[in-house]
């Protein structure tokens, strides 16, 4: 038995068996073969097992994220039943008596430089798809298996060094009970993701794809932020003892889903859910949100070979508008960058891409990947209670321009024949610490604040969110953090606007009090954080939270605040 400690990144309780989910040594020694006709039936085999893997991720793609998002399978199925590909490698091995791993990898270099090379992008994301394809195949030819999170077909707990949003985004719901990474914190995206998905997760370990192997069993505490490895008996039992107490703990939250959110001073606040993908709309229902505080869009240009179309867009969107009928829904245009890549759109690499050429910044120098997001959220407008929201902002200027593409696509898509809602609140995320500090000139032109202290906290403490290194420093209840979410809501407050948060720091318990304190009016949080806070926020008085504003502001450490609020509130 083994215990690992990491950062608890989605509650509850899962016991299972390791599936590793590590990219396998694809070394191979070169050596020329003395039976051709062995290595090419070598060579089917590997082919036909890759192809029936590919298949199948494809069909769960399919069901689980649609059309577009398979499409990439089938680009790879394509390449694998490619004549022009296979028949250069069974020719090197017939000719040359080459192995049938140095005949693939041979060949496959070949057509991966020549597509690389040309100035097609078509063209050079079928070098992707090449490169990709090969080692699957490559990992068949050695005996290794090549771990795909669609393919998981027992119960599993994922062990991995990182789970990118696009491997987080295809794992499959009915078997994965949990998962556990090397890195990450509770704001990375393989976090947010497992609460959305409502699976136990604990992140940050440094250490479980070293220490747990393939099979062992493993139980995910992702309340406190423990994995324990090939636990005893006792311990399994004490832990099923600990997910039925939290299970009637959820209960006990249920009973409030159908609620109004009231303090016990009897002030109404706003408590609504963060969600990545159309379908986490039934999590937000189930979880009694009263409306979605911020839609991440970037999951819809996820895990595919191209962008997404106008119409695509406008599916989702409608979708989710529809679902929540009158209730508000945030959506947030791309914010891709930082550890939010995507390949087809070829971005060089930068060497701080938390800092670097992302989102707004990204979006208004690329228009033609803009205007088609804005003219989809546009025509979906008429289908509910539509609010945008720009990421990124750093300055007025930045704000100014995107409102005004906004405006011109609006007049064009009326100029078309279509409907589109005149209600349309035009907010901005506030998380680069320049438009915090200056909220007030921000207020009097957007309709909206929504703090995200995800970024807003690294970029001020100089810490990156993704690294446990600093992990220390990265500190929600810091007094430099409490005075620009302040400064933020006073700022809007002054000019008859709203401010809401949809960082990870409007579910804390501990954070939850401060903020109500400050007069935040809505918290958007991970869809199983709304019951827990709701009843919390049962609890404790504005009236009395606003009473400790200016002690808390003028602390000298995030310490000390923790233990003024715990003192406080218990
Ligand atoms: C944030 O930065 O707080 C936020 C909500 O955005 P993201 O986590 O997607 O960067
Ligand atoms: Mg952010």
Redesign the pocket.
């Known amino acids: 038995m083994t215990n690992i400690h990491g950062i608890a990144a989605s509650s509850g309780i899962a016991i299972a068996k390791a599936y590793q989910l590590v990219t396998p040594d694809l070394t191979y020694t070169a050596e020329t073969v003395d039976n051709p006709e062995s290595e090419i039936k070598r060579l089917e085999d590997a082919l036909e097992i890759s192809k029936q893997e590919l298949e199948k991720i494809k069909a769960h793609t399919l069901k689980e994220l649609g059309e577009e998002h398979a499409e990439i399978f089938s680009a790879h199925l394509l390449v694998l039943g490619d004549p022009e590909l296979i028949n250069p490698i069974k020719d090197k091995i017939k000719n040359e008596k080459l192995s049938a791993e140095a005949a693939l990898d041979e060949v496959a270099k070949m057509f991966i430089e020549m597509f690389e090379s040309m100035d097609n992008e078509y063209m050079r994301e079928r070098a992707a798809d090449i490169r990709d394809v090969t080692k699957r195949v490559l990992a068949h030819l050695l005996g290794v298996s090549f771990p795909n999170p669609a393919l998981i077909d027992e119960e599993a707990i994922v062990i991995a060094g990182d789970l990118t949003p696009s491997d987080t985004a295809q794992l499959n719901r009915q078997f994965v009970k949990g998962f556990a990474t090397d890195i990450g914190g509770r ?1 990375s ?1 393989s976090a ?1 993701m497992a609460r959305s998905l409502e699976i136990p997760a604990v992140v940050g370990t440094k250490e479980v794809t070293k220490t747990i192997s393939q099979g062992d069993i493993v139980i995910i505490d992702g309340i406190d932020g423990n994995v324990i490895v090939n636990p005893t008996e006792e311990q399994i039992k004490e832990y099923e003892a600990k997910s039925e107490s939290f299970k009637k703990q959820q209960a006990l939250w249920a009973e409030l889903k159908d609620e109004p959110t009231f303090t016990s001073d009897g002030e109404q606040v706003e408590l609504v859910a ?1 969600i990545g993908t159309p379908e986490d709309v039934t999590g937000v229902i189930n979880n009694g949100g009263e409306g979605v505080g ?1 839609y ?1 869009t970037e999951f819809l240009y996820m895990g595919k070979s191209d962008l997404p179309s106008e119409d695509e867009q406008y599916e989702a969107y409608k979708s989710v508008l529809e679902q929540m009928g009158d209730k508000p829904v945030v959506v ?1 245009t791309l ?1 891709v960058g ?1 550890d939010k890549e995507l390949p087809y759109l070829d971005l060089p690499k930068e060497l701080n891409p938390f800092l670097g050429y992302r989102a707004i910044r990204f979006c208004l120098e690329n228009e033609h990947v803009f205007r088609p997001q804005l003219r989809a959220l546009l025509r979906a407008s008429v289908y509910g209670n539509l609010k945008i929201m720009f ?1 990124m902002i750093a300055t007025l200027e930045e704000f100014r321009k995107a409102k005004a593409i906004l405006l011109e696509e609006k007049d064009n898509l009326k100029n078309e024949g279509h409907d589109v809602s005149d209600n349309i609140e035009v907010g901005i ?1 506030v ?1 680069i610490p320049s438009t915090a500090v200056i909220a007030k000139q921000f207020a009097k032109e957007v309709d909206f604040f929504s ?6 906290i690294q970029y001020t403490m100089a810490a990156d969110r993704m690294n446990e290194q600093v992990s220390y420093l990265y500190q929600p209840y810091h007094p430099a953090i409490l005075n620009l979410i302040n400064n933020v809501i006073e700022a809007a407050h002054s000019e008859g606007k709203w401010t809401g948060m ?3 720091m409007a579910g804390d318990p501990i954070a939850i009090p401060i903020l109500l304190g400050l007069g935040l009016d809505e918290f958007s949080m991970s869809a199983t954080s709304i019951l827990p806070a709701r009843t919390q926020l049962k609890g404790i008085s504005r009236k009395e939270m606003a009473s400790y504003k200016d002690k808390l502001l003028t602390m000298s450490t995030a310490e000390e605040v923790v233990a003024f609020i715990k003192e406080k509130t218990e």
């Open positions: 704001t995206h947010i963060n911020l991440r947030r914010d930082g990421p995320m998380e703090i995200g202290t995800n970024d807003l949809c960082g990870e």
